[in-house]
């Protein structure tokens, strides 16, 4: 059980186009999901914390315009980035925490979604 | 704030010999939980423990254990007769108190290379 799936796995867009993950919890509802970056060789940055239906929370320094998050059912989230540019270019990560959970601190990661932007 | 400290960025070691990847840790909070994940060539975080603020006993899972010392502050993972497998990047986090978020605080992870 808690499986959460991540979808395209891999993407590649051009340069000014916006692109859609998405991030599911398969098993479970999740009331909140969290977005990660991750760039080559570097630490997982949370960027924003998504509940559902009510508008998400951004991290210092990440654009909300940029990056539009819709946590529009308890079981899914997405993240578009728009307008992307190529130091859009990461290792994107969700994670989502049941609404049920057997402890407050309980989340369940992804398998990510690699953009590169050309 | 929180903030988690893997000094280690880079550990090669030759099949079978023992291996300790460290990490420190900062938070006010009193309640909180640290994790370790795996993140192995492919990417996906693969969760290897968690353990909360009051329990202070020492974990062994197979060839995995880990050393929590509030003391210092210390959440350090030993992995005894290494593999090749066990190759990846392994990442140290903090989970505490904030409210309904629990957000994760991440180290900047320590790549573990094992050669035969």
């Known amino acids: 059980g808690a499986v959460v799936s991540q979808h395209p796995s891999r993407v590649i867009c051009k340069s000014g186009t916006s692109v859609k993950i998405e991030c599911r919890s398969l098993?479970?509802?999740?009331?909140?999901m969290f977005w990660y970056r991750q760039f080559p060789k570097k630490s997982l940055m949370l960027m924003a914390t998504?509940?559902?239906?009510?508008?998400?929370?951004?991290e210092q320094g990440v654009e909300k315009d940029k990056f539009l998050i819709n946590h529009a059912s308890l079981t899914l989230s997405t993240l578009t980035v728009t307008s992307a540019h190529p130091e859009d270019s990461s290792f994107y990560i969700c994670?989502?925490?049941?609404?049920?959970?057997?402890?407050?601190?309980?989340?369940?990661f992804g398998p990510g979604t690699r953009l590169t932007v050309t | 704030a929180q903030k988690v400290t893997q000094a280690q960025t880079e550990i090669s070691v030759v099949e079978k010999e023992d291996v300790t990847l460290d990490c420190v840790y900062e938070t006010r909070d009193t309640t909180y939980y640290l994790f370790w994940y795996k993140q192995p060539p492919s990417g996906e975080l693969v969760f290897l423990i968690r353990r909360n603020s009051f329990d202070e006993q020492n974990e062994i899972s197979g060839r995995y254990s880990w050393n929590f010392q509030k003391s210092t502050s210390s959440f350090n993972f030993t992995i005894t007769a290494s593999q090749v497998v066990d190759s990846a990047v392994y990442f140290c986090?903090?989970?505490?108190?904030?409210?309904?978020?629990?957000?994760?605080?991440f180290g900047t992870g320590t790549r573990l290379q094992v050669t035969l």
């Open positions: 994670s989502a925490k049941p609404a049920v959970a057997g402890d407050i601190y309980e989340q369940y």
């Open positions: 098993d479970f509802q999740a009331t909140t």
């Open positions: 998504s509940n559902e239906g009510s508008k998400a929370t951004y």
């Open positions: 986090a903090l989970n505490s108190d904030t409210g309904t978020a629990s957000k994760l605080t």
